[in-house]
């Protein structure tokens, strides 16, 4: 049933682009921003979205269209999540109901949507660098374009950011950076950074002290020149020994703030006075991550995102679906695991780059606070940690998404591959993501881990498969260990309690049959099981093997299968180019007489969001794909 659009208030519904913003008198800015507020939480309450996030910057976001002239000037924002309000306003208010739907609206900002969306973003802390080169390129075209990127504290604790902070002060581009500091990223934030910005946000006496100093400068100026230079030296002196941003200035920008990020009206006039002050500026704004919205505002993790219907009044769920347990999820059953074999092996430690909810690692965390590490968004550094870690004789698990482990390959090349240490990677999110789109997908990680040596490339096709290669990959020292799993439930078996060894490099017969093999690789292999029943219920007996390696693949099973099949059909959610239908192609390629091979994946295209069964019907690897194969090569056999 087709749930009702929510409609905009009166003002919200006659802005059809900033330049309807920037025509109203700005005492109805606040207006906009409540009904904005509102909007955002009757659209997320009926389908979903991210939440938390855009509710937080409603008042940055509309004082930034009302102010700059977008979209000559640049608004480049940090990871998407708070970019809901930028959408409405920016002309996609009437379909924002399909945000985040199979063939809707991305729920991140996206060139091909927009030219609003300066920047493609899903990943974090990408947006100053992003918006240095916009400023850089203005420069090269003497134009007179304005820049701005808006990126939150949790993103600022990435390299990246600090890199393009410290290339941003030297160059002297004209550039503005607004700091949202909510303390928050998806789980709260960590690190030396985090406490920084805490002392400058609550500092009791910083405007006491620095009112006395400058009344003291105040009589200094009444002097003459000579007096006035010294008071002048010693005003930057003591300013930058004692108000906030002192590290900002180092690297070379104009700290301004901390300023209410709930004010709309002074964030107005701050940022045109900002407008006249050339070279590279940071803007600190301080908001409350789900402001407007009280569930939100006390249990912000939560509320990061909503998959359900919720009442917009108490947050209660109004889903129909009966609750139940259910099956657990993948990332349920490593975090259980990780505990489980902490409890077993002192040497077992872990860490995350700022997802331990999404990743599971809380529970670790919780038994094991010692043993157990937020480090933060900075996946380069986690892959060093963790191999840190191994050279001190510590069996280090890096729970991390397949889309954030591309931001440390070079880490993984060169930290742990060629030093052979045993790391064990927990690669969640692997294959489609589903509504998060392809900035989350998972879809190359195997093809570029299968490409390094001193690698073992493991897929459980369950949750007993996902618990017993971590208990041998815990006990495996002769190079690293990556275990892929999805986005989601598992199959909901009995879940044996004991841990086993399982044979390296092993694939194991789930079904004997005729003409047609089915290899399947990791949970993607249900679709093969169910699609081999339907099958055979219509008279054809494929056989189905369940590979569990992509590295080192099991040689001995394919050249048995090769021996009785015809055809083989390889089944992976993942990419097409270089992963596990690869390495089979690799070596049946070298037989003199072999089956032929049709390589099932994520095709070498860019696909969009939905949920995941969408996106594997789409790319014809769900069961009626499969199912459709089986037909097509048995009758050009």
Known sequence: MQQPIPKPGDLLAGI???????????????????????????????????????????????????????????????????AYGHKILTGRRDQFHTNRLYGGISGFPKRSESEYDTFGVGHSSTSISAALGMAVANDLDKGDRKVVAVIGD????????????????????????????????????????????TDITTSKTFNKIRDDIYDMLG??????????????????????????????????????????????????K?????????????????????????????????????????????????SSAPVSKGAPK??????????????QDERIVSMTPAMPSGSSLWPMMNAFPERAFDVGIAEQ????????????????????????????????????????????FCIDRAGFAGADGPTHHGA?????????????ISSPLNEQDLRDMMFTASKFEDASWAIRYPRGKATGMDIRKEFKSMEIGKGITLREGEGVAVLSFGPIGKYAIQAADQLAEEGVHIGHYDMRFAKPIDEELIDEICEKYQHIITIEDGARLGGFGSAVAEYISEKESRPSLKILGIPDRIVEHGTQEQLH?????????????????????
């Open 444 to 456: 190359y990680d195997i093809s570029f881990m299968r490409a390094i040596p001193n690698m073992v």
């Open 154 to 197: 949790g993103a600022m604790t990435a390299g990246m950011a600090f890199e393009a902070l410290n290339n941003a002060g030297a160059m002297n581009s004209d550039i503005l950076v607004i700091l949202n500091d909510n303390c928050m990223s998806i789980d709260p934030n960590v690190g030396a950074l985090k406490e920084y910005l």
């Open 16 to 82: 059809n682009s900033p330049k309807d913003l920037r025509a109203l008198d700005p005492k109805d800015l606040q207006e906009i921003c409540d009904q904005l507020r509102e909007y955002i939480i009757d659209m997320v309450s009926v389908y979903g979205g991210h939440f938390g996030a855009s509710l937080g910057v409603v008042e940055l976001t509309t004082a930034i269209h009302y102010v700059y002239n977008t979209p000559k000037d640049r608004l480049v924002w940090d990871v998407g999540h708070q």
């Open 381 to 424: 550094h986690a892959v060093t940690f963790a191999a840190g870690l191994a050279t001190e004789g510590k069996k280090a698990f890096c729970a991390i998404y397949s889309s954030f482990l591309q931001r440390g390959y070079d880490q993984l090349v060169h930290d742990v591959a060629i030093q052979k240490l045993p790391v064990v």
């Open 617 to 637: 019907d789409e790319v014809g690897i769900g069961v009626e794909g499969l199912k459709s194969t089986v037909y097509s090569v048995l009758e050009r056999a």
């Open 219 to 268: 009589h200094f100026r009444s002097a003459g020149d000579k007096m006035r230079k010294i008071a002048s030296r010693l005003e930057n002196a003591v300013t930058a020994a004692i108000t906030p941003g002192s590290l900002f200035r180092a690297l070379g920008f104009k700290y301004y703030g901390p300023t209410d990020g709930h004010d709309v009206d002074g964030l107005r």
């Open 330 to 343: 993948y990332q349920d059953v490593f975090g259980e695991a990780l505990v489980e074999l902490a409890e």
């Open 270 to 318: 701050t940022l045109e006075d900002l407008k006249t002050v050339k070279g590279p500026k940071l803007l600190h704004v301080v908001t409350v991550k789900g402001k407007g919205f009280a569930p939100a505002e006390r249990e912000q993790t939560k509320w990061h995102a909503s998959s359900s219907p919720f009442d917009k009044i108490t947050g209660k769920s109004l």
